[in-house]
């Protein structure tokens, strides 16, 4: 499906959806540090209010922080399996080492996307 990887990008990343815009990530902020990432969880939680987190909050930490941070999800208390959950009610968190970066972020991009249900 999608066509030979070129340039840093896949060729699907090139091509034109129409009218509908599509906000691309910088491909020059594709690698997440090892120490950072998904369900990587630290002392300082952002709590999003919602069941995702948004590429621009991810893209916001590998320009800005220093410290290891990351986002992990709790699963409502009425699912006791963790294969069987339904995404739609999970709870989205960024998690930061450093107070301060978990500071700068809630202040400059966690405001703007809390409560987006719309991943």
Not at 25 to 31: T, Y
Request: hydrophobic letters at 35%; charged letters at 25%; aromatic letters at 12%.
């Amino acid at each position: 499906m999608c066509g030979p990887v070129g340039s840093g990008q896949l060729e699907i990343m090139k091509k034109n959806f129409g009218k509908v815009e599509v906000k691309r990530v910088n491909p020059e902020l594709d690698e997440i540090p090892e120490d950072c990432g998904y369900n990587k969880r630290f002392k300082y939680d952002v709590d999003m209010h919602s069941n995702g987190i948004m590429g621009g909050c991810i893209e916001w930490c590998q320009i800005h922080c220093k410290s290891k941070w990351g986002w992990w999800f709790k699963q409502p208390a009425t699912y006791t399996e963790p294969l069987l959950h339904n995404w739609e009610e999970q709870h989205a968190y960024m998690s930061f080492e450093d107070n301060k970066e978990a500071m700068a972020f809630f202040l400059a991009i966690g405001i703007a996307n809390m409560g987006d249900k719309s991943r």
